[in-house]
């Protein structure tokens, strides 16, 4: 039980600080074409959320009669720590690239951890990987096109 209650945290928290973190930076470098308010977004991500997520885990967790307190612990500790961890590698390519080189380039590093992770996680539990794969990519897509237009909108709308 408790590599599941790992694999519960770590999955949820890469899974959330990709989609998160990208529609994050999207939406805000559309918006704002603003360093600053991308990496500050990246930041509050790293720290609200990862601890948002982690206390959303542990109270999932909680609910259910199964777990003991140690694997509640686990699960939540490896959520902070994993959505933490992988929402501040998005700040790297913005620190290093433009801003309208570092979108993108974020964008395929997110996109190819939720593919590597996804077709594993498939493989694993002996399903057909591209479906899963295909599932996890397009809601990430959603995501990175809807926030896209939704930055670009507010920048109009509140200029």
Known sequence: MFKHSLMVGLSFGMTSGIITTLGLMVGLSAGTHSKLAVIGGILTIAIADAFSDALGIHISEESEDRHTS??????????????????LTFVIPVLICR?????????????????????????KQSKHPWKAVAEHMAIAVVVIIITHYAGCWISVVFK
């Open 70 to 87: 140690r694997q509640i612990w686990v699960a939540t500790l490896a959520t902070f720590f994993s959505k933490f961890i992988f929402a």
């Open 99 to 123: 801003l309208d080189a570092a979108v993108p380039v974020s964008i395929a590093w997110g996109l190819a951890a939720l593919f590597i992770f996804s077709f594993r996680m498939a493989l």
